[in-house]
C-alpha cells in the first residue's frame, strides 16, 4: 500500500534560519506528490506539488524537489519567518480512484 | 463565495445529541472527503465520495454516517457519539476520481471543530 513519512516535530527554529523537513514515501504506482500548511485554527492549504521525477515544486520560498531514486519529497526554505510557524504535511496521489495519502504532519515553530 | 465551506466552525454536542456537519464547494469538483484530524494522530480519511457515489470507507463507526445529495454538497449525520470523536473534521474536494494518474491536489474546508461532551 501506500505510505507517507515524516520527520517527527516540533522543529524550532530561529527566524531567518534554513529549513528543512523530511519527507519519504512508498507507493504502488507513480504518483504526484504534495506538500500541505495548515495554520492554527485552519484548515490545510496546498503549498506546492511534484507530479514526476526531478520535478521541482515552489511556493513563497519553499521548494521540494521529487527524487524517485531515494522517494523522497524534502521541503526546504532558505530563510524561514515567524509566520511561516505552522504544522506541514507532506501528500501523495497514487494512480486510480484513492484520495490522498498523508503523513503525520511536522509542526514548525518559529522564534524571532 | 469560492473555494470549500464547512458549518458550524465549532460544535459542541452531549452524547446522546444528533447533529450534522455541512460541507459546500464552489469549485465545480466531482470528488469530496471527510477526513477527521485529532490531536497528536495522523489525519485519517474516513469517506470519499465520487460523483455522488461513496467510494471509500474506512471502517468508520455507523454513529457517523455520510450523505452526499449532489457533487456540491457533502454532509456528516452524528449520533450517539463518545467523547473520543471530539476532533477537528475537515472535508475537501478535488477533481473527480478516474483510473489514471491523478496530479490534482485537493481543496479543504477550515474545519469544525467537535467537543463530545
Known amino acids: 500500500g501506500n505510505s507517507v513519512t515524516q520527520m517527527e516535530g516540533p522543529v524550532t527554529l530561529s527566524e531567518e534560519a534554513f529549513l528543512t523537513i523530511n519527507c519519504t514515501y512508498t507507493a504502488t504506482g507513480y504518483p504526484s506528490l504534495f506538500w500541505y500548511v495548515q495554520y492554527p485554527g485552519e484548515g490545510l492549504q496546498l503549498l506546492l506539488k511534484a507530479t514526476k521525477a526531478d520535478d521541482k515544486g515552489s511556493n513563497k520560498g519553499f521548494e521540494a524537489t521529487y527524487r524517485k531514486e531515494t522517494t523522497s519529497f524534502h521541503l526546504e526554505k532558505g530563510s524561514v519567518q515567524v509566520s511561516d510557524s505552522a504544522v506541514y504535511f507532506c501528500?501523495?496521489?497514487?494512480?486510480?480512484?484513492?484520495?490522498?495519502?498523508f503523513g503525520s504532519g511536522t509542526r514548525l515553530q518559529v522564534q524571532p | 463565495e469560492t473555494g470549500v465551506t464547512q458549518t458550524p466552525r465549532h460544535l459542541v454536542m452531549g452524547m446522546t445529541n444528533k447533529k450534522s456537519l455541512k460541507c459546500e464547494q464552489h469549485l465545480g469538483h466531482n470528488a469530496m472527503y471527510w477526513y477527521k484530524q485529532s490531536a497528536k494522530k495522523p489525519l485519517e480519511l474516513m469517506f470519499v465520495y465520487n460523483f455522488k457515489e461513496q467510494t471509500e470507507n474506512n471502517s468508520v463507526p455507523s454513529r457517523f454516517s455520510p450523505e452526499c445529495p449532489n457533487s456540491s454538497h457533502l454532509f456528516l449525520h452524528l449520533h450517539t457519539l463518545q467523547p473520543e470523536d471530539s476532533a477537528l473534521y475537515l472535508c475537501?474536494?478535488?477533481?473527480?476520481?478516474?483510473?489514471?494518474?491523478?496530479?490534482?491536489?485537493?481543496?479543504f474546508g477550515q474545519g469544525t471543530r467537535l467537543t463530545v461532551v
Open positions: 475537501a474536494s478535488s477533481q473527480a476520481l478516474t483510473g489514471g494518474k491523478m496530479n490534482t491536489e485537493a481543496f
Open positions: 501528500a501523495l496521489r497514487d494512480t486510480g480512484r484513492r484520495a490522498l495519502t
